[in-house]
């Protein structure tokens, strides 16, 4: 299970000092049954109560003591009341940080293409941004957006006929057909067909991006797991096929 580096423990042990009272603390150390941690006594309680000048450096220690007992107790810190609303408002970037973590889902790094141009990168850029600030349901239509670029500058850049229109399922199998025609490098032809087999994905992410993301006006933006699954696969296509035409 991937872990909060010292540096996000610090910011959430802050969220956690302005958010729990006493009884969420105990409560918290009783189902993560750190009920030996030294921050369950007295004094720390009054350190809660009366918000004194050492409870931001028990705080610390109480979140260190928990997450170092076993790194799966953040999903209990994770379900406190209170505690997702208030990372989500005042650091998104922890919130999307430990949501990837209880959820297992860990963004593939935003690809560093070749074939790219101003459009494509801008959109890589703003996805990134969002991703950062507003999650990964907000930020699913910009990948989008990067990765049908994306795909439009390879068949540019290669001399691909394809027209202003084709979407992004159109896209693939001429991408696809163009690169069987040449030399075979070695290439792993079950990778391969795994890129020809990505058309029946990609359609449905151009079904999610028309229904589920900010591109149209929908109440039901995609969960942050969903979006950031669709958003690791449209990275990983771009990444795959900017490779071979390396």
Known sequence: MDELNNKDKINLSKVLMNTLNSGDWKELFAITECDDCPQNSSQFYKDVHWNNDSLKQGCINAVEFILDANPVNIKEIWGLEGVQGTLKRN?????NA???IVDGVVLVANPNVNNTNESVFKALEDAEVLLTTQGASSAYDRMHTALHG????????NNISFVNSDAITALIPKISS??????DDGRNSKVFAMLRAAGSMLDTINYLRNHHSMSHPNENLLKESDAKFAINLARSIMTYIDDLFD
Do not use: G
């Open 91 to 95: 650091k998104p970037e922890l919130y």
């Open 178 to 183: 163009y690169i069987k025609e040449q030399p």
């Open 98 to 100: 430990i949501e990837s």
């Open 150 to 157: 994306f795909l439009r500058q390879v068949c540019h850049n």
